[in-house]
């Protein structure tokens, strides 16, 4: 019976349930792939809060950064936050997420 009203009722939420699904999935791999880079030098970096300050390699701008256990770091000796230096030579690619940058990768030239 395929017209059975219960049937239907659980075929129409599974078939919701693999929508969203797809669509979560599609949305983190977009985050994940996405974002601005940011070249620049270190000016400061603070482990204990998570956060790196930038300053723009051409001009006066800079941005502090926040760094969780997801942001990636790339480079000659750089594994994580505590490898990050002043005056560091750094891309910062980051993400606008409420009022925060976060870091989503950090790589050393």
Request: charged share 20%; aromatic share 6%.
């Amino acid at each position: 019976m395929l017209c059975n009203p219960r049937t239907l009722r659980h075929t129409s939420i599974a078939l919701v349930m693999l929508v969203l699904s797809i669509c979560l999935a599609s949305e983190n791999t977009a985050i994940a792939q996405g974002g601005t880079d940011f070249p620049g030098i270190v000016l400061m970096v603070d482990p204990a809060a998570g956060k790196l300050a930038v300053k723009k390699d051409a001009g006066g701008t800079r941005f502090t950064f926040a760094v969780n256990d997801k942001t990636q770091f790339d480079g000659p000796g750089l594994k994580s936050l505590k490898d990050v230096k002043k005056g560091d030579n750094v891309t910062v690619n980051y993400q606008v997420i409420g009022s925060q940058y976060l870091a989503v990768k950090v790589t050393k030239k």
